[in-house]
Antibody
Framework: QVQLKESGPGLVQPSETLSLTCTVSGFSLTSYSVSWVRQPSGKGPEWMGRMWYDGDTAYNSALKSRLSISRDTSKNQVFLKMNSLQTDDTGTYYC???????????WGQGVMVTVSS | NIVLTQSPATLSVTPGESVSLSCRASQSISTSIHWYQQKSNESPRLLIKYASQSISGIPSRFSGSGSGTDFTLSINRVESEDFSIYYCQQSYSSLDTFGAGTKLELK
């Protein structure tokens, strides 16, 4: 069955870089796109960016200067890197499968990231 | 970016009532709107895609309607398990956006 699982550090220092991995199973990264979505505690989700099935990327304009998404299809993994983290980057980070060109039909369990010294 | 405005922010109902949740887009997005339910400490779950298309495994009391800029998620006879937060999301633009959510709470 389709599964996505996020992994990465739960605590990041301010101004440091966040690195997260999304490991997928049950589908191919060359057939489906994967998006990253984050959610501060008590707030709505925010779309961060997307790795298209063809290897292209798209980013939220508010995060574009700090964000990079890449993938390793041989390992069924999508990566997120975001630099210059601040306290308002604290929240739960999800990877999702995109039922192109539309909805996020499967979600990972999420990983909680806290930005604090 | 396309802005999605959800209303009301909170809706207080008793089980058995039927409700409608609104999502309005800042520009026409055809039917490229999707609805999610999020329960506390869980990941969002897709309820309705493309404004009105049902999703396998989702109870039939959930339905969606609308096109252009105005969209509605309807719940026919709310059950206790439905008390959660509902979000809309648009995929018309290549830069996806979400609404701020409507919290459905027990009156």
């Amino acid at each position: 069955q389709v599964q996505l699982k996020e992994s990465g550090p739960g605590l990041v220092q301010p101004s440091e870089t966040l690195s997260l991995t999304c490991t997928v199973s049950g589908f191919s990264l060359t057939s489906y796109s994967v998006s990253w979505v984050r959610q501060p505690s008590g707030k709505g989700p925010e779309w961060m960016g997307r790795m298209w099935y063809d290897g292209d990327t798209a980013y939220n304009s508010a995060l574009k200067s700090r964000l990079s998404i890449s993938r390793d299809t041989s390992k069924n993994q999508v990566f997120l890197k975001m630099n210059s983290l601040q306290t308002d980057d604290t929240g739960t980070y999800y990877c999702t499968r995109v039922d192109y060109p539309g909805p996020f039909d499967y979600w990972g369990q999420g990983v909680m990231v806290t930005v604090s010294s | 970016n396309i802005v999605l405005t959800q209303s009301p922010a909170t809706l207080s109902v008793t089980p058995g009532e039927s409700v409608s949740l609104s999502c309005r887009a800042s520009q026409s997005i055809s039917t490229s709107i999707h609805w999610y339910q999020q329960k506390s400490n869980e990941s969002p779950r897709l309820l309705i895609k493309y404004a009105s298309q049902s999703i396998s495994g989702i109870p039939s009391r959930f339905s969606g309607s609308g096109s252009g800029t105005d969209f509605t998620l309807s719940i026919n006879r709310v059950e206790s398990e439905d008390f959660s937060i509902y979000y809309c999301q648009q995929s018309y633009s290549s830069l996806d956006t979400f609404g701020a959510g409507t919290k459905l709470e027990l009156k």
